[in-house]
């Protein structure tokens, strides 16, 4: 399949409050805050911060009940995920599934920014939650 991925897109912490962790992000790393938005396909309020040409991905629940009230239930605020740019969203799902990853999305869903992503399993991906992002056009 070739190189997989094109770069780190962003890195997603998990947080209880955003205008609180945007304190630490806007204010004290000075980073540039670019998009902020309610992604109800993934239970999540999330803002997206420019490091260079890369980001960082603040993600709030919904609520207790969505996958990221839950992971904070049980491990508190930090890293949540690292998710890697694809070119061909689609093609790239099903190089890795025929490899043998477990998905956690057989299909691509609808992430930040009109972006088309997916998570793969940790327990294949080396413990760790694994995007892949295909972003739109422009971004
Ligand atoms: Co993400």
Redesign the pocket.
Known sequence: MGRVFSRVD?I?VAVEDLDAALELYERDYEMTLVHREVIEAQGVEAVLLDVGENHV?LLAPLGPDTPVGKYLAKRGPGMH?V?YQVSDIDATLAALRDAGLRLIDEHPRD?IRDSR?AFLHPATAGGVLT?IVQPAKGH
Do not use: D, K, R
């Open positions: 962003h997603g991905e995920h998710a992430g992503v995007e």
